[in-house]
């Protein structure tokens, strides 16, 4: 069965942490993507924070990859801010490559986070967030506006 954003939303940390690690780290994307939080993996808090997040602090990010850079689109106008500095690396998880999205040297309000991306479907990828190199505080997935979310094309709906 493929993955979708539905079935992400659903897995637990363990089941994020197993899907990451077997995902390559697929090409940079290009231009808008959505996003989806997954914060408290596997607790039934994960769908109304998801759609609490969406709605009223982050929607996703458009990538810049010629220029290796990416904006995050926050808010209920879809305001880019929060640049960040894009490009292949060493995972934080387990050292094999992945998109790094490093807001270090970009950001006063995000510098102590760090971003890793995987592709694990065509137009599907899935992000570790990082907190000062060291914790990992979350997931979330980025999808090209054409990518299904899954049964019934809503974010935290469970597949039926």
Known sequence: MPLTESVLLAADDGRLEEVFRAAPAGE???GPMEGTAI????????????????????RGKVFSPEGGYLSNRLGPFDTLAVLA????????????????IDYSRTSLVAREVRDEIRQVEPGLYLGAIWLSGASRIGWFTLRTPETDRGAGGAPGRPEG
């Open 28 to 30: 940079v994307p290009r």
């Open 39 to 58: 914060l408290g993996a596997g607790t039934s808090l994960v769908q109304p924070i998801a759609a609490l997040v969406r709605l009223a602090v982050w």
């Open 85 to 100: 500095r894009v490009a292949p690396g060493p995972s934080l998880l387990d050292e094999r490559e992945c998109i790094v």
